[in-house]
Every structure is written in structure tokens, then in C-alpha cells.
């Protein structure tokens, strides 16, 4: 039986969904529990949802007190299994910073990173510094090719650049890691990478998709596709709707997984939860979905139990790297 896989989206509303935790900004245990806890409970990944900006912090409203990268990096050094997927948007960084930072967390994690792809609001890219935003017709544009130039770094070191020699020491073989010498309509880098090719090749790609430019770019870029919370029905167009855009891009639909954001559970029982999400597995037409909100406790401790008595879940999940994990090809000699 095919298995399911579940993501776990951190937001505001996460400080709450795990019972002991401090909700003091900055307090690194409050997500350190968080991950222990969703790892043990054998959710396959924590995708960080960074849509905060400065007038969440004027008005009072609430928001995740961490920046990414630095909190991804932390969780990896503390856990061994669950993935760890940073958001970070093209339109308010440069491709070499992205590149480096998460074949970094990749190296820390063995093999755990992925990159969740957000879009920014005009206020969040003034916060930034960037004044010099391009037409909105020329949004998607750019960021597709703030994604190519970023593979295009990850690829520019050689499968057998790093060399350990009889006495153990390493040494870098440098003869295949050349320049990738981008020069695009809206980026130039000359590269190569200053940090080694990430364990997975890639890191895994989320793409949350929102509009019909959102859908293209999953379809071109994705390893993990976000999609809203829908019906059956209407989550069966979007799957028949991204194969048919993911064979324009030369791609196969067993390359990515879609996942759906669950939606409300917290006035649902276990039983009823199951029961909804065999009857999406049956369709065969998703991969897992993604959970939000504060119930993850009860999802974890009532929910995948059943999940896993009914065969949709593996009874244990050694270590991996995010992509074997997602049943998704390794990268590395490509």
C-alpha cells in the first residue's frame, strides 16, 4: 500500500501546539520540543511559514520569533531524523546567499534541508531594502530564474571534488568545480559555490501555490507542492491540472509529491480524521498533506496510530535523507 507522508507548517500558531513549551519569543526550547515532538511522532517534515513583516510587529499581532536559516540550522544540529524546509522568498534575497545557506544546513542536517518558496508582499520587500521591484508581469520571471542560477550553483562542484587521502585528511579536487558564469536578464553570478555540493544533491523543494503563477513554477521547480485546503473534488482538478504542467516542463508526476494542507481537525475525532483522510488515500490522487494550527499533540498521539494500524504509515523511520524519505530520487550524481 502506498504510504503517506505529513508536513508540519511552523506559524505563529505553532508556539501553541505543543502542551510544555515556553511561548517567550526567542526562547529556542519552545521549538527544540516542537521538533523532538514531531519527529517522534514520525511527521516527515517542519516547513517554516515566514510571512512576517514589520507591521505585525507595530500592530500587536501575533508572529514567529525566529529567522530561518539560524533556527533551521539549531534544530538540525539537535535532530536526527525530521526534514527542515526554510522559507525564504527570491524576491527579498540573491541566489548565492540562498545557494550557500541551505547546502550549509543540508551538510549540518545529512541530508535533511528543503527550501520552502514563498512569495512577498511589496511591504515585506521594502523592509529588505529592495525599491527596485520588476513589473508585475515580470514577477514569475525573475524568480524562475533566481531558482535556476541557485540549482546551477548547488550543481557547480563535481561528484568526486572533495578527495580523502591515506592519512584521512581531505582535500578538495577543484578541476570540475567551474564557474557557472550566469549572466541573465536579472542576475549575474560567476560561482562556483563556496560551500560543497549539498548531501542530497538538492535540497527538497516546497512550493506553496496560491496563483496560476505559483502552479507553473511548482510544476517547472517543485519537489513538494502546498497546495490550499480543498475538497476531493477540487484537489482532484489541481493534481490532473499540475501533470498536465509538470509533462510542459518535461517533468513526471511520480517526481513530486503533492500535499495538501489538511485543514481544521481541532472539532473533529480521530476516528472521523482517519476516516477523511483514507477516503483522499483511496483516491490515489495526493502523496500525504501538510498540518497547521495547534493540533499537533492530538494528531500525532490519536491520528497516525490509526494511520499506521490501517498500513499508511511505516511502523519506524530510521535515518534518512529528506528526499529517501520522501521517496524522492537523490540528486547528487546528476
Same mark, same amino acid.
Given at each position: 500500500?502506498?504510504?503517506?507522508?505529513?508536513?508540519? *507548517?511552523?506559524?505563529?500558531?505553532?508556539?501553541?501546539?505543543?502542551?510544555?513549551?515556553?511561548?517567550?519569543?526567542?526562547?529556542?526550547?519552545?521549538? /527544540?520540543?516542537?521538533?523532538?515532538?514531531?519527529?517522534?511522532?514520525?511527521?516527515?517534515?517542519?516547513?517554516?511559514?515566514?510571512?512576517?513583516?514589520?507591521?505585525?510587529?507595530?500592530?500587536?499581532?501575533?508572529?514567529?520569533?525566529?529567522?530561518?536559516?539560524?533556527?533551521?540550522?539549531?534544530?538540525?544540529?539537535? #535532530?536526527?531524523?525530521?526534514?527542515?524546509?526554510?522559507?525564504?522568498?527570491?524576491? &527579498?534575497?540573491?541566489?548565492?546567499?540562498?545557494?550557500?545557506?541551505?547546502?550549509?544546513?543540508?551538510?549540518?542536517?545529512?541530508?535533511?534541508?528543503?527550501?520552502?518558496? #514563498?512569495?512577498?508582499?511589496?511591504?515585506?520587500?521594502?523592509?529588505?531594502?529592495?525599491?527596485?521591484?520588476?513589473?508585475?508581469? =515580470?514577477?514569475?520571471?525573475?524568480?524562475?530564474?533566481?531558482?535556476?542560477?541557485?540549482?546551477? /550553483?548547488?550543481?557547480?562542484?563535481?561528484?568526486? =571534488?572533495?578527495?580523502?587521502?591515506?592519512?584521512?585528511?581531505?582535500?578538495?579536487?577543484?578541476?570540475?568545480?567551474?564557474?557557472?558564469?550566469?549572466?541573465?536578464?536579472?542576475?549575474?553570478?560567476?560561482?562556483?559555490?563556496?560551500?560543497?555540493?549539498?548531501?542530497?544533491?538538492?535540497?527538497?523543494?516546497?512550493?506553496?501555490?496560491? #496563483?496560476?503563477?505559483?502552479?507553473?513554477?511548482?510544476?517547472?521547480?517543485?519537489?513538494?507542492?502546498?497546495?490550499?485546503?480543498?475538497?476531493?473534488?477540487? &484537489? =482532484?482538478?489541481?493534481?490532473?491540472?499540475?501533470?498536465?504542467? /509538470?509533462?510542459?516542463?518535461?517533468?513526471?508526476?511520480?517526481?513530486?509529491? *503533492?500535499?495538501?494542507?489538511?485543514?481544521?481537525?481541532?472539532?473533529?475525532?480521530?476516528?472521523?480524521?482517519?476516516?477523511? *483522510?483514507?477516503?483522499?488515500?483511496?483516491?490515489?490522487?495526493?502523496?500525504?498533506?501538510?498540518?497547521?494550527?495547534?493540533?499537533?499533540?492530538?494528531? *500525532?498521539?490519536?491520528?497516525?496510530? /490509526?494511520?499506521?494500524?490501517?498500513?499508511?504509515?511505516?511502523?519506524?523511520?530510521?535515518?534518512?535523507?529528506?528526499?529517501?524519505?520522501?521517496?524522492?530520487?537523490?540528486?547528487?550524481?546528476?
Amino acid at each position: 500500500m502506498k504510504q503517506l507522508h505529513f508536513n508540519y *507548517i511552523l506559524g505563529p500558531e505553532s508556539l501553541a501546539a505543543v502542551d510544555g513549551v515556553s511561548a517567550r519569543p526567542g526562547a529556542l526550547q519552545t521549538l /527544540l520540543t516542537l521538533a523532538k515532538r514531531a519527529e517522534s511522532g514520525g511527521i516527515d517534515a517542519l516547513v517554516f511559514r515566514d510571512a512576517n513583516n514589520a507591521g505585525l510587529v507595530r500592530e500587536g499581532c501575533a508572529f514567529l520569533p525566529y529567522e530561518p536559516f539560524t533556527a533551521f540550522a539549531a534544530l538540525a544540529a539537535a #535532530t536526527d531524523r525530521i526534514g527542515l524546509a526554510a522559507a525564504v522568498s527570491p524576491r &527579498t534575497s540573491q541566489p548565492y546567499n540562498v545557494a550557500r545557506r541551505l547546502a550549509t544546513i543540508d551538510h549540518i542536517s545529512r541530508g535533511r534541508a528543503g527550501w520552502h518558496i #514563498t512569495p512577498s508582499a511589496d511591504q515585506q520587500q521594502e523592509q529588505y531594502g529592495d525599491l527596485s521591484r520588476p513589473p508585475v508581469e =515580470a514577477v514569475a520571471a525573475r524568480d524562475a530564474e533566481f531558482l535556476e542560477v541557485v540549482h546551477q /550553483l548547488w550543481d557547480s562542484w563535481s561528484p568526486d =571534488a572533495i578527495v580523502i587521502r591515506s592519512d584521512g585528511r581531505v582535500k578538495v579536487n577543484g578541476e570540475g568545480n567551474g564557474p557557472i558564469d550566469h549572466r541573465g536578464h536579472y542576475f549575474s553570478v560567476k560561482g562556483p559555490l563556496d560551500v560543497p555540493r549539498p548531501p542530497q544533491g538538492r535540497p527538497v523543494l516546497f512550493h506553496s501555490v496560491v #496563483t496560476e503563477d505559483d502552479m507553473d513554477m511548482a510544476a517547472r521547480f517543485a519537489d513538494v507542492v502546498i497546495a490550499e485546503a480543498m475538497d476531493l473534488e477540487a &484537489t =482532484a482538478k489541481f493534481a490532473d491540472e499540475m501533470s498536465l504542467r /509538470l509533462k510542459s516542463h518535461a517533468r513526471d508526476r511520480a517526481d513530486v509529491r *503533492i500535499m495538501p494542507v489538511l485543514g481544521s481537525t481541532n472539532t473533529c475525532t480521530a476516528e472521523a480524521v482517519t476516516e477523511r *483522510i483514507t477516503q483522499w488515500h483511496g483516491a490515489g490522487i495526493i502523496d500525504g498533506f501538510s498540518l497547521a494550527g495547534t493540533c499537533l499533540n492530538g494528531f *500525532i498521539d490519536e491520528v497516525m496510530p /490509526l494511520l499506521r494500524q490501517a498500513g499508511m504509515l511505516p511502523e519506524k523511520t530510521g535515518p534518512s535523507t529528506l528526499r529517501e524519505r520522501l521517496g524522492l530520487k537523490n540528486l547528487y550524481m546528476e
